[in-house]
């Protein structure tokens, strides 16, 4: 079955640096998101992106946050000074339409701000 | 505002069968899922039901939806221990633009 991946599994970094998220979603997806697990707690909706835009973003999203298309296959999620409270559990997911049916997620990829 | 909520923990015996509940609040959700987390890794689609569906059945899983009350729940048959893991249920409300309301996960053990 077709699967959306995710690098790095886990990346640990300092407080204030740049990180950057990358997924593969599912080849014929249309639709992209990212979503994340703070250790303990519920799956949180971060972002949607359709169509080289951003469909809709959560108020956990803000101005340090931002995602990119950059070619026909990768979705990344950049953090742009990440901050003790970053680190969570990032996943990245994916479906063919925005009406539901089928969201595939990845395996995740833990970040631990140091 | 939308919440879905679960209880945290489920017990039982290799062999029995585990019902995990979990309640939403938007009656206009238009589909409603299940995920597997194992530990240390993703969240699996298990399955999912269409709002306007009142059971679902899936070789061992069993969905069952009551939208009066708001309540859905995934019966497990036969339950094993590599069915240990945690289980999301998840709402996707109508008119937005792909954001899944999860519930905080119930943990199933499953004990020998």
């Known amino acids: 079955e077709p699967e959306v991946t995710q690098t790095p599994s886990h990346q640990v970094t300092q407080m204030g640096q740049e990180v950057i998220l990358r997924c593969v979603p599912i080849?014929?997806?249309?639709?992209f998101y990212w979503y994340r697990q703070i250790l303990g707690q519920k799956v949180e909706f971060l972002v949607s992106f359709y169509n080289n835009e951003i469909s809709e973003k959560s108020e956990i999203f803000d101005d340090q946050f931002s995602v990119e298309r950059p070619d026909g296959s990768n979705f990344t999620l950049k953090i742009r000074s990440t901050k003790l409270e970053d680190s969570a559990m990032y996943f990245c997911?994916?479906?063919?339409?925005?009406?539901?049916?089928?969201?595939?997620f990845g395996e995740g990829s833990r970040l631990t701000v140091l | 505002g939308e919440d879905v909520e679960q209880s945290l923990f489920l017990s039982v015996r290799e062999g029995d069968s585990s019902v995990i509940n979990c309640t939403y609040t938007d009656s206009s959700s238009t589909y409603l899922y299940w995920y597997k987390q194992e530990p240390g890794a993703g969240l699996q689609l298990l399955t999912y039901i269409f709002s306007n569906m009142d059971m679902k059945q899936d070789q061992r899983l069993t969905v069952l939806l009551n939208k009066k009350d708001k309540h859905l729940s995934l019966r497990i048959a036969d339950t094993q221990t590599g069915d240990s893991a945690i289980y999301f249920c998840?709402?996707?409300?109508?008119?937005?633009?792909?954001?899944?309301?999860f519930g905080q996960g119930t943990t199933l053990q499953v004990k020998p």
């Open positions: 080849s014929n997806h249309l639709y």
């Open positions: 998840a709402e996707w409300p109508p008119g937005n633009t792909g954001k899944l309301i």
């Open positions: 997911a994916s479906s063919e339409s925005r009406g539901g049916i089928k969201v595939f």
